[in-house]
């Protein structure tokens, strides 16, 4: 089964600051997704981030605001930028393994002032 | 849009009781997975169902996929304290390349 490390584990930001997230999985992989939850709710997908193209984002997520990097197959960056108290979430990276188990990093606890 | 929704939102049991949670989704799914979520923790996979009417088991835990492959069921058996987290389904609509995830239930067991 895939493993991720996924950090910082939490944060407390201050609004207007930007804050990026890390995401490592033990083996190499074609897609890793960003999702976010927030509080008591279900999760929804920001984006699906592909290795050496742009990632893409799901209606209501932009780039400048949730830019996202892949510089190789087993790694990605999500930065929540400018942040405010309504980014308070969960945010979580993904990837598929035999193209029907997805396996979650522990996930990033945001709480922005 | 496509959504799919589970219920109860919210279930409170006693040690020892069964619990169930139904998803039921707007449209046809191509297949469903569950997954729970610990409190403080990640999502974690459970199950996957693909044909119409399945059942699969797995120690205390029943799932099963509707006929009509637009609804399912999670059901536990003679609940634990460590039972207790958001029980999430999730799939694809058929003909699609979106995934979603239901909205999840969230079982606490009193022991």
């Known amino acids: 089964s895939a493993v991720i490390s996924q950090k910082p584990s939490r944060d407390i930001c201050q609004r207007g600051t930007s804050l990026t997230i890390q995401c490592q999985v033990d083996?190499?992989?074609?897609?890793m997704f960003w999702y976010r939850q927030q509080p008591g709710q279900s999760l929804t997908l920001i984006a699906t981030a592909n290795q050496g193209s742009e990632a893409t984002y799901e209606s209501g997520f932009v780039i400048d605001k949730f830019p996202i990097s892949r510089p190789n197959l087993t790694f990605s960056t999500l930065t929540v930028s400018n942040m405010s108290p309504e980014d308070s979430s969960i945010y979580l990276c993904?990837?598929?393994?035999?193209?029907?188990?997805?396996?979650f990093g522990a996930g990033t606890r945001l709480s922005v002032l | 849009g496509q959504q799919v929704m589970q219920i109860p939102q919210y279930q409170h049991v006693q040690e020892g009781e069964d619990f169930t949670t139904y998803c039921n989704s707007s449209t046809t799914l191509s297949n469903i997975q569950w997954y729970k979520q610990r409190p403080g923790g990640h999502p974690v996979f459970l199950i996957q169902l693909v044909k119409s009417g399945e059942v699969k088991k797995q120690k205390r835990l029943t799932f099963q996929f509707g006929e009509a492959k637009k609804n399912s069921s999670l059901h536990i058996t003679a609940t634990q304290t460590t039972d207790v987290g958001t029980y999430f389904c999730?799939?694809?609509?058929?003909?699609?390349?979106?995934?979603?995830f239901g909205t999840g239930t969230r079982l606490k067991v009193l022991a």
């Open positions: 993904s990837v598929w393994e035999d193209r029907y188990i997805q396996y």
């Open positions: 083996s190499q992989v074609t897609m």
């Open positions: 999730a799939g694809w609509p058929s003909g699609t390349y979106k995934y979603i």
